[in-house]
């Protein structure tokens, strides 16, 4: 069972960043990682994906602020640009086994983080 680790939130003011990062215990072959988040009161949602051989995805949401990088097998980062009020949420590690190529789809992935707290504000 992988074990991926959260750490990097906290709180910021509007138009700051944040860089998020993420460890996994372990590297499976063909795996997958992405970032979550889920604000009070909404649905858990995928902002971030990327796999094996790079290939990114964003969701509209944060596309052109946010950037999700995998410097290693196993580490992930999420650095976040232009933060606002509306990006304020818990922000959750994912890791996928089985993926060739990177989703939002919150089934794609199998072992999750606890998460992280992201607060905007001013």
């Known amino acids: 069972q992988v074990q991926v680790e959260e750490s990097g939130g906290g709180s910021v003011q509007p138009g700051g960043s944040l860089t998020l990062s993420c460890q996994a215990s372990?590297?499976?072959?063909?795996?997958?990682m992405g970032w979550f988040r889920q604000a009070p009161g909404k649905e858990r949602e995928g902002i971030a994906g990327i796999d094996d051989d790079g290939g990114t995805i964003y969701a509209d949401s944060v596309k052109g602020r946010f950037t999700i990088s995998k410097p290693n097998n196993r580490v992930l980062h999420l650095q976040m640009n232009s933060l606002k009020l509306e990006d304020t949420a818990i922000y959750y590690c994912?890791?996928?086994?089985?993926?060739?190529?990177?989703?939002?789809?919150?089934?794609?992935?199998?072992?999750w983080g606890q998460g992280t707290q992201v607060t905007v504000s001013s």
């Open positions: 994912a890791y996928a086994v089985f993926c060739v190529s990177a989703g939002l789809t919150r089934s794609l992935y199998h072992y």
């Open positions: 372990e590297y499976l072959h063909r795996s997958c």
